[in-house]
């Protein structure tokens, strides 16, 4: 798990610098309740309810950057905008069953997967970053509400 200074020492390591955006944003993710993603404006409503003034375009720039570093896994759900959550180790590794309908979605597990990937990226000579998988389907309440009466 990142800490404030493993992602200083990370940004110095790229030449960038750790600016207090970037670590309100990182304890943000960090204190999420488990399972909660957030979307670019979630995150800058979230932040404007606690009276931090970062501007939504900084906050694009940050999770993009956050997510090319491996520290946050951004997300493509159901709702057609990205969304992210902060990247937990493997055994934390989770994938995500989305609803295409309402929406709802599932974390679940699958080691295979991440093995899988592990295994792939190294045999071509990668550093695994991010392993995931998301499956889009319809819901069995979704499902329901499709038969005909």
């Known amino acids: 798990m990142y800490t404030v200074s493993s992602l200083k020492a990370e940004l ?7 600016t207090p955006q970037r670590e309100t944003i990182l304890q943000i993710f960090q204190n999420l309740p488990k399972g909660q993603h957030l979307s670019a404006e979630d995150l800058h409503i979230l932040l404007q309810d606690e009276g931090e003034p970062i501007s939504l375009s900084t906050i694009y ?6 997510s090319r570093m491996g520290i946050l896994r951004e997300l493509e759900l159901a709702e057609g905008h990205k969304h992210y959550e902060i990247n ?16 709802k979605t599932i974390e679940f597990k699958n080691d295979s997967i991440l093995k899988m990937g592990a295994k792939t990226a190294q045999k071509e ?4 970053l991010d392993c995931q998988l998301t499956i889009h389907a319809i819901c069995p309440t979704c499902q329901r509400s499709l038969l005909p009466m």
């Open 61 to 66: 720039r940050n999770l993009k950057l956050m």
């Open 125 to 128: 000579g990668y550093h695994l």
């Open 88 to 103: 937990q180790p493997s055994p934390y590794h989770h994938h995500h069953l989305i609803c295409v309908r309402c929406n």
């Open 12 to 18: 110095n390591e790229r030449g960038w610098r750790l």
